[in-house]
């Protein structure tokens, strides 16, 4: 009986060895060249995925030799690199943007009128109609506008327009309605209600006065949030992006993620920052990290946290004031000590801390309650980060990368900013913002994000910011064509001037650009790094997870105008293709 035992385990194991010998990919991916990102830089021409792991790389003769009886994709020749990461993104805010009628570029009141008219056709009576991005500076007749023309396009569904920057809603009457705003309607602190000669409001309603309207505009449904999570998502995919960073999220909308992670229907990676200290912070407190939730497509990573407000409205916390405003120091939103308070429960509980932190004292504040916090429990791996690190002193940008903070930064926002950063910054704090390479001198690593919708989820077009300090069209070429843009009212200067002609040279203060290699590794690799995840994705060697970035040019070999005309030709993840061109 026993010699039978061990017979029957010697057969299993025969077999168990036979079927692995004989064990094959799902998938081919050859015939193109693949950039690994590992220690030596290797390069092949072929990948292997089984199971959603990276299974075998080799030339594509050797593969498709060794597993001949498998599906094979060709790659025709593109360019693989280890899946694209977006470190800093909000993706319920860019499906809402994605879901509103899209408004950039319209070029008369007439035309969106249009639009209204038709989505007005699409919806049920008493429907919100929403909108975003026009401007009236596009417009032939520069004027605001009124109610009027929305109320006839649209009489029987409430309209909010949000001009392209986000501090004026253009609405109808029936929002006027809906939110009770009328004649005797107050402007609240910080807002204006435009009215007409004879007080009636026109439809017009400026920064915190939109409030009033968006109050009564009644909140997503589930079924609008998943539609809005998938709209997002299935968006951001055809930018290459295989896993996103989502800063500011609570728990109803984590519940959606999980089951949306459960039905396999992400088709990217999330990892979630909740939304500040409240309920959803309490909760995961308690629970810690939600790790690789549904075949590691959803996680709970840490909280985020806003020391500041923004730059533009000159919300970030400085600790000199703005060069265009003088007495104005930026706004506090929360003190050292709270940030303090959450460090320390986020170590106790290996969760991280990421804060939005944009003017130098916001960063300065944020060191200090991280240093504190660090110093009394001396964690061995805390990976927290500031998200932004807009201007900071060269001290600090030193002391971040002693304390191991991680640098999340968006390339982007330095070429939109320029055109009125020098403005409010004065020549001087200018050289120590949107410092990429101070700050990768410091650190070795920037996590790279877009912070989408604020900006375009494009991680090409992060890369080629950061690689030429330039913006889509090429501005600023030198300091003539920044006093070109300065007389056409678009580039706003420092009150001293130009100083120094070469900061405009070939790009916004070129002496912070990054290389080509660095951009990369920013969305790649050390975005990988920034949860913990340098393991598992980031590079493309055996064993780690199967999210590539396939482009049909070199970024390596081209051009850097070159990658704005680069395209995503296909996005796996997973060891699936979730977008092909
Ligand atoms: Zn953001």
Redesign the pocket.
């Known amino acids: 009986m026993k010699y039978n035992i061990s017979l029957l385990l010697l057969i299993l194991l025969s077999l168990i060895l036979i079927s692995c010998s004989k064990e094959m990919p799902d998938r081919i991916f050859y015939n193109g060249k693949i950039y690994s990102l590992d220690d030596k830089n290797s390069v092949y021409e072929a990948v292997t995925v089984k199971n959603g792991l990276i299974y075998d790389l080799g030339t594509s003769e050797k593969i498709l030799k060794k597993y001949p009886d498998v599906e094979k994709i060709n790659l025709k020749g593109a360019i693989v690199f280890p899946g694209f990461v977006d470190a ?3 993706i319920t805010g860019y499906g809402e943007n994605l879901l509103q009628i899209d408004l950039v570029g319209t070029v008369s009141q007439e035309q969106i009128a249009e639009l209204v008219k038709q989505k007005a056709q699409q919806l049920k009576e008493g429907e919100w109609i929403l909108g975003v991005g026009w401007d009236q500076n596009d417009w032939e007749d520069k004027s605001w506008p009124d109610h009027k023309i929305l109320d006839k396009a649209a009489p029987k569904n409430p309209v909010a327009l949000t001009r392209i920057d986000g501090h004026a809603l253009w609405v109808n009457k029936k929002a006027l309605e809906l939110a009770g705003i009328t004649k005797n309607t107050p402007n609240p602190e910080g807002g204006e209600i435009k009215k007409d000669k004879m007080g009636n409001p026109t439809g017009l309603l400026i920064d915190n006065a939109m409030n009033l309207i968006y109050k009564v505009i009644p909140p997503p449904t589930e079924e609008d949030l998943i539609n809005t999570i998938l709209v997002s998502t299935r968006n951001l995919v055809k930018y290459g992006i295989t896993s996103a960073h989502d ?2 999220v609570n728990e109803r909308t984590i519940k959606i993620y999980k089951k949306l992670g459960d039905d396999g229907l992400l088709p990217l990676r999330v990892h979630i920052y909740v939304d500040g200290i409240g309920e959803t912070w309490n909760k995961y407190l308690k629970e810690g990290k939600l790790v690789g939730y549904a075949n590691n497509f959803v996680n709970v990573d840490g909280i ?1 946290l806003f020391v500041d407000g923004a730059m533009g409205s000159r919300g970030a916390l400085m600790t000199e004031p703005y060069q265009d405003d003088p007495n104005n120091f930026g706004l506090l939103l929360l003190s050292e000590e709270d940030i303090y308070k959450v460090a320390k429960d986020a170590l106790s509980k290996g969760l991280q801390v990421a804060t ?1 932190a944009i003017g130098d004292s916001g960063n300065f504040l944020v060191l200090n309650a991280y240093e504190r916090a660090f110093k009394e429990l001396n964690p061995k791996d805390h990976r927290f980060r500031i ?2 690190v807009q201007v900071i002193n060269p001290k600090d940008a030193k002391r971040l990368a002693d304390l191991k903070v991680i640098p999340s930064m968006q390339p982007v926002h330095a070429t939109s900013d320029m055109y009125w950063a020098e403005a409010r910054l004065g020549p001087e704090r200018v050289k120590w913002s949107y410092a990429l390479r101070m700050v990768i001198n410091e650190s070795k690593i920037i996590a790279g ?1 877009s ?1 989408f919708p ?1 900006e375009n989820p494009s991680v090409l077009e992060g890369i080629y910011a950061a690689v030429t300090r330039r913006d889509k069209n090429g501005h600023p070429k030198n300091a003539d064509d920044v006093l070109q843009l300065v007389k056409e009212k678009k580039w706003v200067l420092s009150k001293d001037g130009i100083k120094e002609p070469k900061n405009f040279e070939g790009g916004w203060y070129t002496d912070q650009k990054l290389t080509i290699d660095e951009a990369i590794k920013c969305f790649t690799k050390w975005a990988a790094y920034s949860v913990f995840e340098e393991n598992k994705k980031g590079t493309i060697e055996i064993g780690k997870w199967a999210d590539f970035t396939v482009l049909d040019k070199d970024l390596y070999k081209i051009s850097p105008d070159e990658i704005l005309k680069t395209q995503v030709v296909m996005t796996v993840v997973n060891g699936k293709i979730v977008y092909q061109k």
């Open positions: 800093h993104g909000h800063m500011g985020k939005h998200e932004h994000g912070d604020v």
